[in-house]
């Protein structure tokens, strides 16, 4: 089971970190992604993680503006979202997947949280 949570009101430019908790004692296996689901679109891969965290990838769109990241100790992976814009805004799912280096499709990915919405105004 997936946990996610951090999400809210934010205005262009601020910050928001967006956490996943994984109540497994086999997260250190699993690489995670987020993905993000924008009214009235399809859910959409936004960044990944290798299970040993040495391996991410990014949309062009937040590159160099959001970060992923993990802590195997606690289960838990992040999201951290800096200078964030308007078009940012949507619910972002946190996802994991038995493979140690998953992909950007959604179909690779086995388990997933319950989403927290992101609103960001200009």
């Known amino acids: 089971q997936l946990q996610a949570s951090g999400g809210g009101l934010a205005q262009a430019g601020d910050s928001l970190r967006l956490s996943c908790a994984a109540s497994t004692d086999s997260f250190g296996y699993y690489g995670m992604g987020w993905f993000r689901q924008a009214p009235g679109k399809e859910r959409a891969f936004v960044a990944r993680l290798s299970s040993d965290g040495d391996s991410e990838y990014y949309i062009a769109s937040v590159q160099g503006r959001f970060t992923i990241s993990r802590d195997n100790a606690k289960n838990t992976v992040y999201l951290q979202m800096d200078n964030l814009r308007p078009e940012d805004t949507a619910v972002y799912y946190c996802?994991?997947?038995?493979?140690?280096?998953?992909?950007?499709?959604?179909?690779?990915?086995?388990?997933w949280g319950q989403g927290t919405l992101v609103t960001v105004s200009s």
């Open positions: 996802a994991a997947s038995r493979l140690t280096h998953p992909s950007e499709e959604i179909r690779t990915y086995d388990y």
